[in-house]
């Protein structure tokens, strides 16, 4: 894929989704290899996230009454900004409670990621915020890739056909970074 701006291509990036599936759960592994094709590529200090996900209205914390855990055992509004291996968030959804974990992966950059996970159901695996979720201007979470070099992310969904539960979660994580 060609990333571009107005008509100059800035980088490119090769994207991997892979499906799978238990009794219980659906996953997508979503691994993206952005490649600084055309010069330096600066990734800029955001809060605003790098692989994200909007929710089912229903995972809401805010007014729905889900509830939102990180591998860390944080809760609620408290997870976001921390870092940590994946988050997950469930609820009741038409008389079944489902969730959704996001996982990051070891290799990835800045690992166990921040997270800009919030209660109206947005979650976002972030990297790049730091002087945002440090709440400390003097810091950057800037980062380059230098021309002809990559930089590669791997995360995985999964979409719950019941409460999770942590001990699950973190076996999930482990057999699937190895």
């Known amino acids: 894929h060609k990333w571009m701006n107005k008509d100059v291509v800035v980088m490119t990036d090769k994207t991997e989704l892979t499906f799978s599936a238990t009794d219980k759960e659906r ?32 995972l809401r914390v805010k007014d729905q009454g889900a509830k939102v855990v990180n591998s860390e055992g944080v809760t609620g509004k408290g997870v976001w900004g921390k870092k940590a291996r994946w988050i997950t968030y469930h609820n009741e959804i038409d008389g079944k409670n489902v969730g959704i974990t996001m996982m990051d992966h070891p290799d990835n950059l800045r690992y166990p990621t921040t997270w800009h996970a919030r209660d109206y159901g947005l979650c976002a695996a972030n990297a790049f915020g730091l002087k945002y979720f440090q709440k400390n201007k003097k810091i950057s979470g800037d980062y380059t890739i230098k021309s002809g070099e990559n930089l590669t992310f791997s995360y995985r969904l999964i979409f719950h056909g019941e409460t999770p539960n942590k001990t699950a979660v973190d076996l999930i994580h482990n057999q699937w970074i190895k």
């Open 27 to 58: 996953f997508i592994d979503y691994k993206i290899t952005l490649i600084a094709s055309h010069g330096d590529v600066k990734l800029g200090d955001t809060k605003e996230g790098c692989m994200a996900v909007r929710m089912n209205h229903k």
